[in-house]
């Protein structure tokens, strides 16, 4: 297939096995943990047998075999103990749902995060009670583009949130759930480095970028692709930093992390307002497309219980928005997120683009 849109469009065509089983604005529940957990289980491919020949050779010698398994996959945090992989669990069709539960339960830590928040385990049994199951792993296991050899990472990003928007526009989401086209990431990373000259030339330069809702992640990854690129600062340290209140989109963002290498640690589940998931932190580069027009009522009590006691030495001192528009908030978030010691820069996205 020539290119991501047209990548994406096949899978989301794949939903139309769910009609009448399902809602349409449930085929996402399926097709995206589908998509992720079948990449997942192609880029184990190389170290699948020396992560099973390593947890056959410690279990019960050692009490916590992460580092070992870690060690085992080549370093990476995505391994899978399970003696089942995709080839096995299709062999035996009359047990695939209690076998991919076993497959399931057989992965990484930070890969069970990715499935508790797609809440994947709950979509098996109700697969299989609609003889959906097989099928759908069936139609999966024909799709080859899904190996991190043939689709790399930044196009798997483009694929993921391409069919998050195709879900979201079918099911006439909100105005404020969307995703972010390319070129306007692209245009805000260029302003968000456009008078930093070190980030773009200085090889021993650490550079972080944060961003408070940040989706599926693309504008971090974009960001760190520019100032990486081979004609501008390849060696550059870029540390990455975002925090997600959707549990479907934080989880493909948790999975690009973990198949880019990146550290999932630093991107964090829970709402940037009353769950500051980087409380300590302070950053050099902002950028972020947060949501427009939705209520902050849920978490009002703790946004205004700060005002009242911090101030302008808090992040909300400068007032409040109306209650059923936030951006003023993230604003004021990201504003108090500005490094300290050196000069920051935030680029943002409300009803247009603003750069400070």
Known sequence: MANFQEKADFIWSLADMLRGDYLRRE????????????????????????????????????????????????????????????????????????????????FSPDVQDIIEKFDFRRQVSRLQ????????FQKFDGIRFLDPDVTDNHEMGSIFEHLIYRFNQDNNETAGEHFTPREVIRLMVRLLLLEDEEALINPNAIITIYDPACGTGGMLTEAKNYICHPDRNPNARVELF?????????????????????????????????????????????????PFGVDWRKVEYIIKREQDTKGFDGRFGAGLPRINDGSLLFLQHMLSKRATNEPSRIVVVFNRLVAL
């Open 242 to 290: 975002g925090q997600e209140i959707n549990p479907t989109a934080y989880a493909v963002a948790k999975a690009d992390f973990l198949l880019k290498g990146e550290d999932p640690r630093k991107l964090i589940f829970g709402n940037s307002f009353s769950e500051d998931g980087h409380d300590k932190r302070r950053f050099r580069h902002m950028l972020s497309n947060p």
């Open 27 to 106: 085929y996402p529940d399926v097709i995206l943990p589908m998509v992720v957990i079948r990449r997942l289980d192609l880029a184990m491919a190389a170290t699948r047998e020396t992560v099973r020949q390593a947890y056959e050779k410690y279990k019960g010698k050692l009490d916590n075999l992460h580092g070992v398994l870690t060690s085992a996959a080549g370093d990476s945090l995505v391994y899978n103990i399970s003696e089942y992989d995709w080839d096995r669990l299709l062999d035996d069709s009359n047990s695939l749902a209690q076998n991919l539960i076993n497959y399931l339960n057989g």
């Open 129 to 136: 009670s609609a003889n959906l199951l097989y099928q759908i």
